[in-house]
């Protein structure tokens, strides 16, 4: 991939500000990637510029069960209300313990952030207001979870590689997405990414007329 622009995180969010609601009053923003890449740190310093906007993490939604057939209960749970402009409330999954924990409420605010493998998925995308990228190639990315994880999660890992794997063939995300972000030794840089169109190729907002690379 060429390089591209420095991402500058409060240009971003008050790019993602100016969006138009895509789900009811929110502006759903979608992080998607490998296992791996690096959406939940990259996600939270999003979040952070965005003055703590909710973010809702996939691992809450998905089981050791539904690692990826998890799209009922988070359209039920989560982009059903938030699209009537109501609280949302979802029973977050504990992976140690294997069983659903409290309910967790997600507001409705101008701003959602999801992240994780898959929530570019097509269910998904016609509630988005951008879909993002973290653009680490597969095997690096799940040799990167696997170092994170250690050696007691390999079994894991070697099954999620398949599920993931499948997914992203029949269901993927990345020729969808409007930003490619990929994760430098100090930052990000980002480009416009394949589902963006050329007249809206700037960096998450029709309004900003800068072009790539500034």
Known sequence: ????????FGRAAAGLRTLEPSCGPVRLVAVDGHAGSGKSTFTAQLAGALGGAPVLHLDDIATHAELFAWTGRLLGQV?????????ARYEPYDWNLRRFGPPRVLDPAPVVLVEGVGAGRRALRPHLAR???????RGKSWARGRLRDGPAL???WDAWTAAETRHFADDPSRPFADTVVRECSEGYEWRPGPGMT?????FLTESDRLQPPY
Do not use: K, V, Y
């Open 154 to 156: 390999t079994e894991f």
């Open 79 to 87: 982009i059903e209300p938030l699209s009537q402009g109501r609280r």
């Open 198 to 202: 050329a007249s809206t190729s700037q």
């Open 1 to 8: 991939m060429n390089s591209g622009a420095r991402l500058d």
């Open 131 to 137: 879909l993002l990228w973290m653009d680490r190639e």
